[in-house]
């Protein structure tokens, strides 16, 4: 089975400021995927970034970029230039790939505050 | 707006109850999951339908069960229900595609009373 650790329950960073969220997981599956999920005060559940194991390349989506580490099993979240509107819980997420998609093993997520 | 919907967006029972929460995937999406939020266990999947056959199965209990209809909405059925049970419960879908993206429903937010 896997599993999805995130160590940091909460964190704060300064508005225009970066931030790096951790991530690890554990798994004896070779293909997979990892997804960073953003979930503000309102609950709904927003994609934020995804990963394919079998890229090297980290992927980026504007402020948002990370850090893959395949063989530590590590995943990081780094955010640059923090908004006000950044502030949510963020679940790292864990999917093997399977004939058809698969469902998604969450961490317990971490808290992040921006402050004016 | 995900495209993914979910009524009713609030429910509040009693416990022993039984309730039916609805789930209508995007277009074309035919599978569909679900997953409950609760702040003791976070995130977690309950089953997973594709296009009406169930595919996986995670921690639901025997108390819950679910259906994906011939039209590819989904409905998830608690009963009995007990206090331990009041979380929010998240209907996703997904496209069989290479993107494996699933799309989040806005949630219903089950409080067991």
């Known amino acids: 089975a896997q599993t999805v650790t995130q160590s940091q329950p909460e964190m704060s960073v300064q508005e225009a400021e970066t931030v790096t969220l951790s991530c690890t997981y554990d798994t004896s599956e070779n293909n997979y995927y990892l997804f960073w999920y953003k979930q503000p005060p309102s609950r709904q559940m927003i994609l934020v970034i995804r990963q394919e194991a079998y890229k090297q390349q980290n992927a980026t989506e504007n402020r948002f970029s990370v850090n893959f580490q395949k063989a530590a099993k590590s995943f990081s979240l780094k955010i640059s230039d923090s908004q006000l509107g950044d502030t949510a819980m963020y679940f790292c997420a864990f999917m093997k790939l399977a004939s058809g998609n698969t469902p998604l093993v969450f961490g317990k997520g971490t808290r992040l505050s921006v402050i004016a | 707006d995900s495209g993914v919907t979910q009524t009713p967006k609030h429910l509040i029972t009693a416990t022993g109850q039984r309730v039916t929460l609805r789930c209508s995937p995007r277009?074309?999406?035919?599978?569909v999951y679900w997953y409950q939020q609760s702040l003791d266990q976070g995130l977690q999947f309950l089953i997973q339908y594709y296009n009406g056959e169930e595919r996986a199965k995670g921690n639901i209990l025997e108390r819950f069960s679910a259906q994906q209809f011939p039209d590819l909405h989904s409905e998830l059925n608690l009963s009995s229900l007990e206090l331990g049970d009041s979380a929010l419960y998240f209907c996703?879908?997904?496209?069989?595609?290479?993107?494996?993206?699933?799309?989040f429903g806005p949630g219903t937010r089950l409080t067991v009373t």
């Open positions: 996703a879908s997904s496209p069989e595609s290479s993107s494996y993206e699933q799309y």
């Open positions: 277009s074309g999406d035919l599978s």
